[in-house]
C-alpha cells in the first residue's frame, strides 16, 4: 500500500503565524501555492495552516486590508496533520471526513504536505483500489477524534461523540478478530486431524 511519504510533496514553505496576509499572499503567488504551513511557535506548539480560501473569505470578502492582518487571525490551528506511514486510503478518508484538501506530514519535525492532488496525481487507487478493513477505519477514527478534541475541547459534546464511534469500533474489532482466531484454530485443528488420520474419510474429500 501506498504510504503519505512516498506521495508528499517534500519540498515545503511555511510562514510564521507573526507575518502579514499580504506577506502571505506574495508567498503563495510566487511558489504557485494554495497554503503555507504556519510553524509553531514553539517546541510543542502545533502546526497551523492557511490557504488562500481563508484569505478569500476571511479578508478579502469583507475588504480587511492584508496588510493589517496577521497570519494567525485567519490560519486553521491546530491543523489536522498526517504520518508519514499513513496509507494513502486512509489519508483520502481522513480528507473526506473532515473535509480538507491538504494536510502537512509530521513525525516528530514536517516533512512535507500531502494534498488531494497528490492522491490523484501519484496514488494507485484507479489500478489496485483497497477497501479499508475494520482496523484501518478505526485508525482514522481516532486521528479524526483527536481533530476534533483539539479543536473543541475535551469537555465538548462533539469530542465525547467522536470517542464513542471509536469505541463502538474498537468493539467491532475486538469482535472480528475474535471470530477470526476461533477460525484459524478451527481450521488448525482440522489440518492436524487429516495429517494424524490420512485416511480418513472426511480428509480424503480434498483428494483429486
Same mark, same amino acid.
Given at each position: ?8 510533496? +517534500? ?18 503567488? /510566487? ?10 511557535? #514553539? ?15 476571511k479578508v478579502a470578502a469583507f475588504g ?7 497570519? #494567525?487571525?485567519?490560519?486553521? !490551528? ?10 494513502? &486510503? #486512509? ?7 473532515? +473535509? ?19 492522491? =490523484? ?8 483500489? !483497497?477497501? =479499508?478493513?475494520? /482496523? ?21 459534546? &462533539? ?16 469482535d472480528q478478530r475474535t471470530k477470526q ?11 492436524? #486431524? ?14 483429486d
Amino acid at each position: 500500500m501506498i504510504k503519505a511519504s512516498e506521495i508528499m510533496t +517534500r519540498e515545503v514553505v511555511s510562514i510564521q503565524g507573526s507575518a502579514t496576509v499580504a506577506d502571505a499572499v506574495k508567498m503563495m503567488k /510566487e511558489k504557485s501555492l494554495r497554503a503555507l504551513i504556519v510553524e509553531p511557535r #514553539y517546541e510543542g506548539d502545533p502546526y497551523g495552516i492557511v490557504s488562500e480560501t481563508d484569505i478569500v473569505s476571511k479578508v478579502a470578502a469583507f475588504g480587511h486590508a492584508p496588510k493589517q492582518m496577521w497570519v #494567525y487571525e485567519v490560519m486553521t !490551528k491546530p491543523c489536522i496533520v498526517v504520518p508519514p506511514d499513513l496509507g494513502l &486510503e #486512509y489519508v483520502a478518508r481522513l480528507f473526506a471526513n473532515t +473535509r480538507i484538501r491538504r494536510a502537512p506530514v509530521v513525525e516528530g519535525k514536517l516533512l512535507g504536505v500531502i494534498s488531494v492532488s497528490d492522491i =490523484l496525481r501519484k496514488g494507485d487507487f484507479v489500478e489496485k483500489p !483497497k477497501e =479499508l478493513f475494520i /482496523e484501518d477505519k478505526l485508525e482514522v477514527a481516532r486521528e479524526e477524534a483527536r481533530t476534533i478534541c483539539a479543536e473543541k475541547g475535551p469537555t465538548a459534546r &462533539e469530542c465525547a461523540a467522536a470517542w464513542d464511534v471509536v469505541e463502538e469500533m474498537q468493539a467491532a474489532a475486538a469482535d472480528q478478530r475474535t471470530k477470526q482466531k476461533v477460525a484459524e484454530t478451527a481450521s488448525s485443528s482440522f489440518e492436524q #486431524y487429516c495429517a494424524d488420520n490420512p485416511n480418513a474419510k472426511e480428509c480424503r474429500i480434498y483428494d483429486d
